[in-house]
């Protein structure tokens, strides 16, 4: 990944909360037949700054799980917020009109061999995980101990699980930390005024992203 210095993010909690709060990545492997890719919701678990590993499961049906190669990495990539940058917002367009369209946004990528889990068990435990996880918000958050015991075990049998330990975990937050301050507070305004949910995020980002300078 093309990753200019003041755009390169390496501090763990801030790439181990990216995953998490949009935690469906996109899988991509290598196999006989060449790249593929699986858009999968995945659970992280990472501790002391390390890169972690990445959980999820597959349909059974989906040849993923057979066909990708565990030899070599698998890359794993997780988007965030991101928002077109329009040159309206930067008052350097009205003094020397030299700006011009860019495209804001966050992305982590993760890379490390996958490894499958055809476990019954394992399998079981991490569908447990995963449903707490996302219907911690709900008002009545259902579990996987609402639906039958059978029905449940012939949806574990439809599925496989798979895990990747990651070797690395390498963030891109693209937001325009390049640019004069008065230009990001234009462009901070102008999306807010668009009031859109994706605008607002990449705002509240634009205005917490420090500056770098270009060498590091």
């Known amino acids: ?64 799980w057979r066909e990708a190669r565990t030899d070599v990495e698998t890359l794993v990539v997780f988007q965030g917020p991101q928002a077109y940058i329009t040159p309206n917002w930067y008052p350097l367009k009205a003094e020397t009109g030299k700006v ?3 495209w804001n946004y966050i992305t982590v990528q993760a890379r490390g061999k996958l490894v499958v889990r055809d476990d ?30 059978d029905y449940i075990e012939a949806m574990l049998r439809a599925i496989v699980g798979i895990e990747i330990p990651l070797d690395s975990l390498r963030g891109k937050w693209k937001m325009s930390q390049n640019r004069p301050v008065s230009d990001r507070e234009g462009m901070s305004r102008g999306l807010r005024e668009q009031g859109d949910d994706q605008s607002l995020a990449v705002a509240g980002w634009v205005d917490r992203a420090a500056p770098k300078p270009a060498g590091g």
């Open 1 to 64: 990944m093309y990753t200019p210095a003041h755009f390169d993010e390496t501090r763990p909690e801030l790439l181990h909360q990216l995953v998490r709060d949009h935690p469906l990545g996109l899988l991509i492997t290598q196999g006989a037949s060449g790249l593929d890719a699986n858009p999968i919701p995945f659970l992280l678990d990472a501790e002391d700054g390390r890169p972690g590993v990445l959980r999820a499961h597959v349909a059974r049906a989906n040849p993923v």
């Open 100 to 102: 011009v369209p860019t």
């Open 120 to 149: 019954a068990a394992w399998v079981h435990q991490l569908v447990t995980r995963l449903t707490q996880r996302h219907e911690a918000s709900q008002p009545r958050p259902w579990a996987v101990s609402d639906a039958p015991g």
